[in-house]
């Protein structure tokens, strides 16, 4: 038997997207940005990303189905985040799937986006549960175990910013371009981590928490520093700033990942392994120190292909399939009726 044709919508943040999956092979993925749109405002606007969404999300569907080869009759169920995220954004896409399941008569189910970004390492991997992940994103942090399509603990987390918002606001405090991940990894690679002094925050605490935002407190302290007595920052200084910063980051991910590797090791999975997924999992540096934690301590470490890492509407496609075989859908197709009398 042939895997059904799944549909996928994500439309959470500031991505739409639309993509097909047969099983693992993901026929098209389709993701278009808004960044341009919002970079006046310094941050996503919610209501500017929904009208975005609403008039974008059809297009994606389009561009996947040409991209797919397939019609739109073909597709045998349909798969859209309903969340977390901003709420007009999640509502576009969930009428475009309510609307087109309706209209097709296909089963329909609601993804959580984090659910789509914990089972990709099963997309892009075929990671066996349960697996322990790691999402570093500009809006999560944390340590889930994945026992199942709808069975995550979580073991720790960012107790205020996220990873990638400390690395946005270093890159802003410094004068770098957005998004900040890579331009500060591009200047870390010529800086001298130990110059300035980071402090490595929550190590001293046990358990899985993590803390980032006295990391962008330190690094407008140091900064400050440098530019009273010289007038400015040296190209040097930026780069000794953002290697310090950087380390300081890789550090508490990797010190933490080895407090959660050993809490995931108590169950005795069978294939041990971690994954890592979220846009700072393009850290080179972080990805170094957990490949490194992984041959210690004898897991296997995958990082999926950045363009599933991100957001994107594979991975829901990927987690409604998942969610199918394993019998949940989210009702009936929705009727449209003229009255409905309660
Ligand atoms: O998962 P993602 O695309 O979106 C959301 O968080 O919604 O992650 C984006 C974040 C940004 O904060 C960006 O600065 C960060 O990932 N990022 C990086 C790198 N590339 C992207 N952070 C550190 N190093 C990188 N190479
Ligand atoms: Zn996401």
């Known amino acids: 038997m042939t895997d059904p ?3 996928g919508l994500e439309s ?25 749109l919002h970079a006046a405002y310094g941050g996503v606007v919610p209501e500017i990303a929904a009208r975005a969404h609403a008039e974008r999300l059809d297009l994606c569907v389009e561009e996947a189905l040409a991209e797919a080869g397939v019609a739109l009759q073909d597709v045998d169920a349909i798969a859209v985040t309903a969340g977390p995220g901003l709420i007009g954004g999640v509502l576009s896409g969930v009428m475009l799937a ?21 089972l990709t390492p099963r997309l892009t991997d075929g990671l066996a549960f349960p697996y322990l992940m790691l999402l570093v994103s500009g809006g999560h942090c944390q340590f889930l175990t994945v026992r199942g399509p709808q069975d995550f603990s979580r073991l720790g987390g960012t107790i205020d910013d996220a990873p990638g918002e400390a690395f946005d606001k270093t890159a802003r405090l410094l004068g770098l371009p957005q998004p900040g991940g890579p331009s500060v990894e591009a200047e870390a690679l010529k800086g001298d981590e130990t110059r300035f002094r ?9 358990g899985c928490d993590l803390s980032f935002s006295g990391l ?15 007038g400015g920052l040296t190209r040097q200084d930026r780069a000794d700033l953002c290697a310090g910063f950087q380390a300081a980051v890789r550090d508490v991910l990797a010190e933490k990942a080895r407090r959660a590797i050993s809490l995931y090791m108590d169950e005795q999975p069978a294939s041990p392994a971690l994954a890592v997924a979220g846009g700072v999992a393009a850290n080179r540096a972080l990805r170094g120190a957990l490949e490194t934690l992984c041959a210690e301590t004898g897991l ?7 363009a599933l890492c991100t957001d994107n509407a594979a991975m829901i496609a990927y987690a409604g399939g998942e969610l199918f075989a394993a019998g949940v859908t989210h009702g009936e197709p929705i009727v449209a009726r003229p009255r409905w009398p309660l």
Request: hydrophobic share 45%; aromatic share 2%.
């Open 98 to 118: 309510k609307g087109l399941a309706a209209g097709l008569g296909k089963p329909l189910v609601g993804v959580n986006h984090l659910a789509g970004h914990a």
């Open 300 to 306: 296997r470490f995958t990082a999926p292909p950045l």
């Open 216 to 230: 962008k407190t330190a690094l407008l302290r140091q900064r400050d520093q440098i530019v009273a007595p010289q």
């Open 5 to 7: 044709l799944i549909l």
């Open 12 to 36: 959470s943040c500031d991505d739409s997207a639309a993509a097909l999956l047969r099983g693992r092979d993901v026929l098209a993925s389709v993701v278009k940005g808004q960044g341009a």
């Open 198 to 206: 980071f402090p490595r925050p929550l190590l001293d605490r046990p």
